[in-house]
């Protein structure tokens, strides 16, 4: 027999293991998340996917579901705390989005669409990081991290070259590379690696590739997250 | 400077080349450089054949490692606000001024920096310091110009007066713990006559709960372990004690430790453990030697070892691995993770380290004090130790008192006891309030001084720190602010930005640039650090503030500059550089129309 639970007061099943997330995205609900991935495992930093489960707040990427499991997930409480959340990461770096190449491509701008977030909120923080261009094909600007370490995962589990990781702790905490140098240029790092091609927002971006595809035309720029990210499976 | 590889060789070799003690070979790399140069980073990564990215990683997150240089002298000072209300802030600065150096920054010369560090768990004699990692406690003026002379005249730190590196345990009050003398391997005994379910019956009949915090009932996760898969088990000693306010675990340590080391034993008779493990704080260094002779008689007593007490079968060591400034790896999963040499994260539960811990096998992680306790119930039954306390909460606790009291030190009580007797026993006849389990704790005004330390009232790791009625909750809860943003993690989202945001908010009141809507901001901000973060670090981190906010609101809304929005900076003196450069200075060039001047 199948085992169920209760998105939104709608029955959703699920096989032993499986996450709500999971569950819920076979079951054709979209969860907003930042660090989740369908090809790694969870991860359960950016907190952008928190339901209410029986009540308490959980990260649904991470969290197996269980038989009878009663999860709040679109609900104007939830998405309000997604929202400050969201706010949260704005203020954390510079997240120009009309000067910024990723505009349109961006998961962060796209959920800030999806979750009407009008405006910051908070006050900005301001980081200061200098940009690294030393790479031939791929340019680094640090000031746009959101945390999701998926580039270090895919550099370390897919490519196998640890490229990326994050250092220090705290509101200091940031993305070094896998040279003593310090620069990406003094690495192994190739733009076919999986890593290149993983970043959710403006950090690690393709040379001379900007605006090819120009402003209006892109991945988010018809339709909503929600939409998309359900369609083409991530 | 000795030359880099060979020093990086000689520590990863004694350490086996096992990439999971990184944090101890970087922690002994950087006793002998100061500090951690590129190289020796680069070094250690390929000793080690890990990227050099990971080490890099490990290196960044501890407060005590050092990836820049830093002062020849490192001397931090305790920012506990006990120590502050003794006058650490004043005397960091006379000694700055003493030696001429910015706080934070090593001078030039690099022989000396000055900086401050988060609680030392020395609260009952501070205010205290560390110079390269050793403690030195009561310090005053005469204190600090002598240390002045020392550092200037380069004299070693071994050369320093003995007197300045005394550690008093200011025991006040002894109960069933810390009573009676303990005769070493007893407790051990007393269980072998049980055998090992014999012996969880007693754990179960005690009714025994995690000391460390949670309050976790220990026989079931001893249970749990026991119960789970993979024959390579751990048991694991949190000595991290990291709360503010806290200072029980360093006494036990200093003068218990058999009853800890043997508590250790007995968890591992009890699941089939044969490693053993302490996570001792950086900050407790000096304990480091004393604890390893005494692992070291307790073998040759044959408390340790193979076939411990001759019970065939029954094999248990242990190990201690130092920490290095981070108080999250008091939490239990970012302590396992700290163990196996990475970046102190807390993990995503389930699984719960009893059936995934250490190196993926089942894992106990137990407090100092509950490890201590086990022997009591050993030798004295479950029964006997579930008669003290309260039902809910059995036995007996230390609390580590400190503050505005005459008695400063530690006390045993039965659990149960009200705060108003703990109060008059520690000679703290004028407290407004205490704070109880440190900065993540609970704030208790005078009205609850009724109330009773329990798991099931005012629960409690340790921390008891007394305020009399001359201080101001605000700044109270202030400083812990600032602790909790300084010790985060960074993992998530709510906690990593959520304390920074925290800590504007507060400056911005403390500057008295405060406004209503920032009450309102910051109660926003305590409700995602409640609901959203990963691990307790984060969830409890809005506590003092909620805390005082309902309690001892005035004491905010003095703060508030005006009750509708106030911008952080004084919209006005930031125009005055556009005056200058203008030459104007005409009533319009005001933004109060020059009425103000
Ligand atoms: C941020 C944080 C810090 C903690 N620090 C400590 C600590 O220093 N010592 C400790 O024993 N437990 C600490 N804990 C609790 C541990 O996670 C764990 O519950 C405890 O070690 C279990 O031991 P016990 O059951 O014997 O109390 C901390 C928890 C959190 C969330
Ligand atoms: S660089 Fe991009 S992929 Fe990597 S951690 Fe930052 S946001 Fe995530
Ligand atoms: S709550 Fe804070 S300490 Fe805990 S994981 Fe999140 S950032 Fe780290
Ligand atoms: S998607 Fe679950 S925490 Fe990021």
Known sequence: ?234 | MPEVDPVVQQVVARHGGDPSHLLQILIEVQEVFGYLPAPSLTAVARELAVPRSRVEGVAGFYSFLYPAPIGRYRILFSDNITDQMLGSRALLEALCRKLWVEPGKPSEDGLVSIDTTSCTGLCDQGPAVLVNGRAITRLDYRRVNEIAELVRKAVPLDRWPAAFFQIEDNVRRRDALLGPTFQPGSALAAALKLGPAGWLEQMRLSGLRGRGGAGFTTHVKWKSCRDAAGPDKVVVCNADEGEPGTFKDRVLLASHAERVFEGMALAAYATGARTGLVYLRGEYRFLLEPLRALLDRMRGDGLLGRSILGEKGFDFDIDIHLGAGAYVCGEETALLESLEGKRGTPRIRPPFPVTRGYLGRPTVVNNVETLAKTTLISLGGGAAFAATGTAQSTGTKLLSISGDCALPGIYEYPFGVTIERVLEDCGAGDAQLVQVGGASGVTIAGYEFQRRIAFEDVPTAGAFMVFDSGRDPFDIARNFVHFFAHESCGFCTPCRVGTALLKGYMDKLALGRGAKVDLADIEWVDRLLRNASHCGLGSSAANPVVDTLIKFRPSYERRLKSLEFEPAFDLDAALADARRITGRDDPAAHLDGGRGR
């Open chain 1, 1 to 234: 027999m199948t085992k169920q639970f209760l998105f939104d007061g709608q029955p959703v099943e699920f096989e032993d293991g499986q996450t709500i997330l999971e569950a819920a995205r076979a079951a054709g609900h979209y969860i907003p998340h930042l660090c989740w991935h369908p090809d790694f495992p969870p991860h359960g930093s950016c907190k952008l996917c928190i339901v209410k489960a029986g009540g308490r707040h959980v990260s649904s990427c991470a969290l197996p579901a269980r038989e009878g499991m009663e999860v709040e997930s679109n609900t104007p409480e939830m998405n309000a705390e997604r929202r400050a959340l969201l706010q949260m990461l704005f203020v954390e770096g510079n997240h120009f989005c009309p000067s910024c190449e990723k505009s349109g491509n961006c998961q962060l701008q796209a959920l800030a669409y999806e979750l009407e977030m009008a405006t910051a909120r908070f006050n900005h923080f301001f980081p200061d990081r200098p940009v690294d261009a030393s790479h031939p094909d791929v340019l680094l600007d640090f000031n746009r991290c959101i945390f999701c370490e998926l580039c270090v995962r895919a550099s370390r589990d897919v490519d196998g070259k640890s490229v990326f990781a994050l250092t220090d702790r705290g509101i200091h905490k940031h993305l070094v590379v896998n040279a003593e140098s310090g620069r990406l240029g003094d690495t192994d790092f190739s733009v076919d690696d999986r890593a290149a091609n993983i970043c959710p927002v403006g950090v690690i971006l393709r040379k001379r590739v900007g605006f090819a595809l120009p402003i209006g035309s892109r991945k988010y720029d018809g339709a909503a997250i929600s939409v998309v990210a359900m369609k083409e499976g991530e």
